[in-house]
């Protein structure tokens, strides 16, 4: 079955840096768009970023995190990662990636599938 599976969440200070991974499996990863997305405590579900399938489809990234945050694939390792720099304690939040055949997407609702997660806390 379509496992993905994150990790690289934990405390940090505020203006340090993280690199989340997520390693997909069960599905044939270089045809699948990735996304990031977040979830703060009593916040709904929010976008982040999203990298195409193909490289022409680029990326894309909420204004929030526009210039702070990278979203890369690396199809050869089935693995999609989040350099996330700069980080500030609105940042603090369970962190998903998540994946849809074909079609760059910003919705939640139009990813097929979606990973349990990953902490990531900024102390100020």
């Known amino acids: 079955q379509v496992r993905l599976v994150e990790s690289g969440g934990g405390l940090v200070q505020a203006g340090e840096s993280l690199r989340l991974s997520c390693v997909a499996s069960?599905?044939?990863?270089?045809?699948?768009?990735m996304g990031w997305f977040r979830q703060a405590a009593g916040k709904e579900r929010e976008f982040l970023a999203a990298i195409g399938w193909l490289r022409v489809a680029g990326t894309r990234y909420a204004d929030s995190v526009k210039g702070r945050f990278t979203i890369s694939r690396d199809n050869a390792k089935n693995t999609v990662y989040l350099e996330m720099n700069n980080l500030k304690s609105e940042d603090t939040a369970v962190y998903y990636c998540a994946a849809r055949k074909m079609l760059l997407s910003l919705a939640p609702n139009e990813f097929d599938c979606w990973g349990q997660g990953t902490q990531v806390t900024v102390s100020s």
């Open positions: 069960g599905l044939t990863f270089s045809s699948y768009s």
